[in-house]
């Protein structure tokens, strides 16, 4: 139960993440969909340090059948090889399985739902570019679509990041699940701890680490946030500033990582150390 394949992972987060040269100006932006300007009745725009497009307009170049929820303000998008959901006011997008992070969120602008070009890009199986003299950006799809979830994860990997999460931090913000998992993937990159996910929860060298495991709340059945937030880690996702300890000071026994760690942050109920 190694986590699985940490170089493409990076090499998505990246895509994900950044584009060369600065998009931090806001405002509008042109695209190109591969080499061909976007229909001129949408407008790509800027967020943050992500570029964004309209899905109807990526639906509309590449076909498909896209189908919106208006209650739950969620798109559905589906063309050969690839399944894609995304909601407005989420961080994050669903493709085949997958759970792809979206730090300035999905979001509506003049009607449609904007996604980031980057995340496009990945989900197309292909790449993306920006140029900061003509603020451009180019998405390029692949021969393939992303890879599945279910080819993609490792089954057990995602199971017990799931359950030690959900049990963790169950009712927690998406944030502090995501930082829970994260503390545990930063001890299996360790040479301190064991090196699986499975062996850093039970691990016993120094006692037992995680409460769920002493009360048998490891094994139930995790929930669907709490899957997502694994998902999310295990795609490179990591907001714990290198925290390798995590407790609630309201409901902790013990108060020695309070007086003997450094402090990082807090999320919710959590505080987070090195």
């Known amino acids: 139960m190694k986590i699985p394949r940490l170089l493409p992972v990076l090499v998505l987060l990246l895509l994900v993440l950044t ?7 806001a405002g509008a932006c042109t695209v190109l969909l591969d080499g061909r300007p976007m229909d001129s009745r949408y407008a790509g725009v800027i967020r943050g340090d992500t570029a964004y497009l309209p899905l109807r307009a990526a639906a509309d170049h590449y076909g498909g059948r896209l189908d919106w929820d208006a209650k739950t303000r969620t798109a559905h998008w589906a063309i050969r090889g690839l399944t894609l959901t995304a909601r407005d006011g989420m961080p994050y997008l669903e493709a085949n399985g997958r759970a792809l992070y979206a730090p300035q969120g999905i979001f509506i602008r003049d009607g449609r739902l904007m996604i980031p070009a980057r995340l496009l890009a990945a989900c197309m199986g292909g790449s993306a570019g920006w140029n900061a003299g003509t603020r451009q950006v180019s998405v390029s799809a692949g021969a393939q679509r992303i890879e599945s ?13 799931s359950r030690i999460i959900s049990a963790e931090s169950r009712g927690e913000p998406l944030r502090g699940q995501i930082a829970v998992g994260n503390v545990v993937l930063n001890r299996v990159r360790s040479k301190a701890y064991p090196n699986t996910i499975y062996g850093v929860i039970f691990d016993r060298r120094y006692g037992v ?24 880690c295990l795609e490179g996702v990591d907001l714990s500033q290198g925290s390798l300890y995590f407790y609630d000071p309201l409901k902790a026994q013990s108060s020695w990582i309070g007086n003997n760690r450094t402090y990082v942050m807090t999320i919710g109920v959590h505080k987070f150390y090195l």
């Open 19 to 25: 584009f060369p040269g600065s998009v931090r100006a």
């Open 209 to 232: 680490q995680f409460e769920p495991v002493l009360n048998g709340s490891i094994y139930a059945e995790p929930t669907e946030g709490a899957v997502l937030a694994a998902k999310l």
């Open 149 to 161: 979830g279910g080819s993609f994860y490792d089954a057990d990997a995602l199971l017990w990041l």
